[in-house]
């Protein structure tokens, strides 16, 4: 299994954006200019989103978890994107009502069965409140990736 790509320049803080799509947008082109997915990715993440909404309505500050297909993918990577403002995403589970979303964590998975032990260490961050309100509130990207890596336990470039 190859390693988990996450740097600093996979951390974005402060991003605009009046709609889902920009976000995802913005995120996903930032993977596409660091050549970690392929320009394919950006379109289907934003298709997979309205088809598959990823909103967590957590403790304190809602996220979402936006992923889609590995052919997309050139190598496997998490981006945290801290949204200046909230934005409302469709509730995963539930399109019918959606969750002010300022913390994302965007996957991009090289193998299909790589995502499920990354998110079974991302649901435990999510169950803490504190620990989601310190990444909205933090300026320092080296804090948040330090915190990030032991927290998500995986191994990690």
């Given at each position: 299994m190859s390693k988990l790509i996450f740097n600093e320049s996979l951390i974005l803080?402060?991003?605009?954006?009046?709609?889902?799509?920009?976000?995802?947008?913005?995120?996903?082109?930032?993977?596409?200019?660091?050549?970690?997915?392929?320009?394919?990715?950006?379109?289907?993440?934003?298709?997979?989103?309205?088809?598959?909404?990823?909103?967590?309505?957590?403790?304190?500050?809602?996220?979402?978890?936006?992923?889609?297909?590995?052919?997309?993918?050139?190598?496997?990577?998490?981006?945290?994107?801290?949204?200046?403002?909230?934005v409302d995403f469709g509730v995963m589970g539930n399109d019918s009502e959606t969750t002010p979303v300022q913390i994302i964590f965007m996957l991009s998975m090289d193998e299909a069965h790589s995502q499920l032990s990354l998110l079974q260490n991302l649901m435990q961050i999510f169950q803490d409140g504190d620990v989601l309100k310190w990444l909205v509130n933090q300026k320092d990207k080296s804090e948040i990736k330090k915190l990030l890596e032991r927290k998500l336990e995986f191994e990690i470039n």
């Open positions: 803080l402060d991003v605009e954006g009046d709609s889902v799509e920009k976000i995802l947008e913005t995120v996903a082109q930032n993977l596409a200019n660091q050549k970690l997915v392929k320009e394919s990715f950006i379109s289907a993440i934003i298709q997979r989103e309205k088809e598959f909404a990823t909103g967590l309505p957590t403790a304190g500050v809602s996220v979402a978890i936006p992923h889609t297909d590995v052919h997309h993918v050139i190598a496997k990577s998490i981006s945290v994107a801290v949204l200046r403002e909230p």
